[in-house]
């Protein structure tokens, strides 16, 4: 079974510009979430869809961030402008549904770095 | 609101003994907890979960964890120690009743030493 998708891997950026990252969950699974990790922390959750409709985007900076699942399969997440602040890993991950005790199964990450 | 602490940023363990990888956790209501292990440029790899029944929870790698109510706490345990262990672990939790995703704790790099 293949596992959770992510690309670029590694993106550099200059502040101010913008960036999106990509993510194709595994295949069946119908909530996505998105992730950021801080060097040092653990991941903070962004955003979570439940197919194409958003759960919860409480944690979300809806100034600068979006994230879309138009068709409820592939998710982008977006930062415009990105500042430095924003050097991160952005880490997407799946469930099959929404349940409390599912599993949830990451990819690899996209390490963004703003300059 | 839900959190969790990984008292220890650090675990040395000598190859071949036993290993402890410390949580503890705050919720409201019934707690579902999970443990991933993340490698260096990976992403978290899932290792086992606690929802109810047993308090032994047995997952991959040899990895057992033990949910204790009254501490609440959920800590990582493996009885022989591999150097392939090593790497940084993250306790999760998620509470019923709550629609958040999961709330990390800040990791715990384990150190097995040949």
């Known amino acids: 079974e293949a596992g959770v998708a992510q690309s670029p891997r590694y993106k550099i950026i200059e502040k101010r510009q913008s960036v999106a990252f990509w993510c194709n969950p595994i295949?069946?699974?119908?909530?996505l979430y998105w992730y950021q990790q801080i060097l040092g922390q653990g991941p903070k959750l962004l955003i979570q869809?439940?197919?194409?409709?958003?759960?919860?985007d409480s944690q979300l900076p809806k100034d600068r961030f979006s994230a879309e699942r138009l068709k409820g399969v592939d998710s982008t997440l977006k930062i415009q402008p990105a500042k430095l602040e924003d050097s991160a890993v952005y880490l997407c991950?799946?469930?099959?549904?929404?349940?409390?005790?599912?599993?949830?199964?990451f990819g690899p990450g996209t390490r963004l770095t703003v300059l | 609101a839900q959190s969790v602490a990984q008292p220890e940023d650090q675990v040395n363990v000598a190859e071949g003994n036993p290993l402890t990888v410390k949580c503890t956790y705050s919720?409201?209501?019934?707690?579902?907890l999970f443990w991933y292990v993340q490698y260096p440029n990976r992403g978290l790899q899932f290792l086992l979960k606690?929802?109810?029944?047993?308090?032994l929870v047995k997952g991959s790698y040899g990895f057992e964890a033990e949910f204790n109510k009254s501490q609440t706490s959920f800590h990582l345990k493996k009885p022989s120690a591999l150097v392939s262990d090593s790497a940084l672990y993250f306790c999760a939790v998620r509470e019923g009743g709550g629609a958040d995703g999961l709330t990390f704790g800040k990791g715990t790099h384990l150190i097995i030493q040949p």
């Open positions: 606690y929802i109810t029944g047993d308090n």
């Open positions: 295949s069946g699974h119908a909530t």
């Open positions: 869809f439940q197919n194409n409709g958003v759960v919860d």
């Open positions: 919720v409201s209501g019934n707690p579902y």
């Open positions: 991950a799946s469930s099959e549904f929404l349940g409390l005790g599912d599993t949830q199964y």
